[in-house]
Nanobody, 127 residues
Protein backbone atom coordinates (compact mmCIF):
# COMPACT_ATOMS: atom_id res chain seq x y z
CA UNK A 1 0.00 0.00 0.00
CA UNK A 2 1.47 3.33 -1.05
CA UNK A 3 0.03 6.82 -0.58
CA UNK A 4 1.55 9.97 -2.09
CA UNK A 5 0.21 13.42 -1.21
CA UNK A 6 0.49 16.58 -3.27
CA UNK A 7 -1.06 20.03 -3.44
CA UNK A 8 0.32 21.72 -0.36
CA UNK A 9 1.65 25.25 -0.46
CA UNK A 10 1.29 28.76 0.91
CA UNK A 11 -1.93 30.72 0.83
CA UNK A 12 -3.36 33.78 2.49
CA UNK A 13 -6.12 33.53 5.06
CA UNK A 14 -9.48 33.08 3.39
CA UNK A 15 -7.96 31.26 0.46
CA UNK A 16 -8.37 27.68 -0.75
CA UNK A 17 -6.20 24.68 -1.50
CA UNK A 18 -6.93 21.17 -2.72
CA UNK A 19 -4.78 18.33 -1.53
CA UNK A 20 -4.49 15.05 -3.43
CA UNK A 21 -3.47 11.60 -2.26
CA UNK A 22 -2.67 9.04 -4.97
CA UNK A 23 -3.02 5.43 -3.86
CA UNK A 24 -1.52 2.25 -5.23
CA UNK A 25 -0.97 -1.34 -4.23
CA UNK A 26 -4.29 -2.33 -2.72
CA UNK A 27 -8.00 -2.80 -3.35
CA UNK A 28 -8.93 0.85 -3.24
CA UNK A 29 -12.71 0.68 -2.97
CA UNK A 30 -12.90 -1.21 0.29
CA UNK A 31 -10.54 0.85 2.39
CA UNK A 32 -11.60 3.73 4.59
CA UNK A 33 -9.41 6.81 4.30
CA UNK A 34 -8.81 10.14 5.90
CA UNK A 35 -6.71 13.23 6.30
CA UNK A 36 -4.73 14.20 9.38
CA UNK A 37 -2.63 17.22 10.15
CA UNK A 38 0.19 17.97 12.53
CA UNK A 39 1.40 21.42 13.47
CA UNK A 40 4.82 21.92 15.11
CA UNK A 41 4.70 20.92 18.76
CA UNK A 42 1.19 19.51 18.52
CA UNK A 43 -0.32 16.06 18.27
CA UNK A 44 -1.52 14.67 14.95
CA UNK A 45 -5.26 15.31 14.58
CA UNK A 46 -7.84 13.97 12.16
CA UNK A 47 -9.53 16.54 9.94
CA UNK A 48 -11.59 14.42 7.55
CA UNK A 49 -12.70 10.82 7.16
CA UNK A 50 -14.42 8.90 4.38
CA UNK A 51 -15.69 5.40 5.04
CA UNK A 52 -15.93 2.44 2.66
CA UNK A 53 -19.53 3.40 1.83
CA UNK A 54 -18.62 7.01 1.04
CA UNK A 55 -20.00 8.53 4.23
CA UNK A 56 -17.88 11.35 5.63
CA UNK A 57 -17.06 12.82 9.00
CA UNK A 58 -15.31 16.01 10.13
CA UNK A 59 -14.36 17.60 13.43
CA UNK A 60 -16.06 20.89 14.30
CA UNK A 61 -12.82 22.81 13.65
CA UNK A 62 -13.07 22.23 9.88
CA UNK A 63 -16.74 21.34 9.33
CA UNK A 64 -18.22 23.48 6.58
CA UNK A 65 -14.77 24.50 5.30
CA UNK A 66 -13.11 21.18 4.36
CA UNK A 67 -14.52 18.51 2.05
CA UNK A 68 -13.10 15.03 1.59
CA UNK A 69 -13.82 13.09 -1.58
CA UNK A 70 -12.41 10.24 -3.60
CA UNK A 71 -12.18 9.38 -7.27
CA UNK A 72 -12.37 5.62 -7.49
CA UNK A 73 -11.36 5.50 -11.14
CA UNK A 74 -8.19 7.50 -10.45
CA UNK A 75 -7.62 5.94 -7.00
CA UNK A 76 -7.13 9.39 -5.60
CA UNK A 77 -8.32 10.96 -2.36
CA UNK A 78 -8.89 14.71 -2.17
CA UNK A 79 -9.24 17.32 0.52
CA UNK A 80 -10.75 20.61 -0.60
CA UNK A 81 -9.93 23.29 1.94
CA UNK A 82 -11.76 26.60 1.80
CA UNK A 83 -11.79 29.67 4.04
CA UNK A 84 -8.37 28.74 5.34
CA UNK A 85 -7.18 30.20 8.62
CA UNK A 86 -3.65 30.64 10.00
CA UNK A 87 -4.43 27.91 12.54
CA UNK A 88 -4.84 25.46 9.65
CA UNK A 89 -1.09 25.68 9.07
CA UNK A 90 0.34 22.17 9.41
CA UNK A 91 1.72 19.20 7.55
CA UNK A 92 -1.19 17.24 6.15
CA UNK A 93 -1.13 13.46 5.81
CA UNK A 94 -3.50 11.02 4.16
CA UNK A 95 -4.07 7.61 5.71
CA UNK A 96 -5.92 4.42 4.91
CA UNK A 97 -7.05 1.43 6.91
CA UNK A 98 -8.02 -2.16 6.21
CA UNK A 99 -11.71 -2.81 5.49
CA UNK A 100 -11.82 -5.05 8.55
CA UNK A 101 -11.60 -1.88 10.62
CA UNK A 102 -13.97 0.31 8.63
CA UNK A 103 -17.71 0.93 8.73
CA UNK A 104 -18.25 2.96 11.89
CA UNK A 105 -17.70 6.45 10.50
CA UNK A 106 -14.26 6.94 11.98
CA UNK A 107 -10.86 5.24 12.18
CA UNK A 108 -11.33 2.47 14.71
CA UNK A 109 -7.61 1.96 15.25
CA UNK A 110 -5.09 4.43 16.59
CA UNK A 111 -2.87 6.42 14.26
CA UNK A 112 0.04 4.09 14.95
CA UNK A 113 -1.94 1.07 13.73
CA UNK A 114 -3.41 2.34 10.46
CA UNK A 115 -2.48 0.38 7.34
CA UNK A 116 -0.83 3.15 5.37
CA UNK A 117 0.35 6.76 5.56
CA UNK A 118 1.53 9.24 3.02
CA UNK A 119 4.69 11.28 3.47
CA UNK A 120 2.87 14.54 4.20
CA UNK A 121 2.46 17.86 2.43
CA UNK A 122 2.94 21.25 4.08
CA UNK A 123 0.17 23.83 4.14
CA UNK A 124 1.02 27.34 5.31
CA UNK A 125 -1.71 29.94 5.81
CA UNK A 126 -0.60 33.52 6.37
CA UNK A 127 -2.70 36.25 7.96
Amino acid sequence: VRLVESGGGSVQAGGSLRLSCAASGYTWNNYCMGWFRQAPGKDREGVAFIDSDGSTNYPDSVKGRFTISKDNAEKTLYLQMNSLKPEDTATYYCAADNPLYCGRGYFQRGVGALSAWGQGTLVTVSS
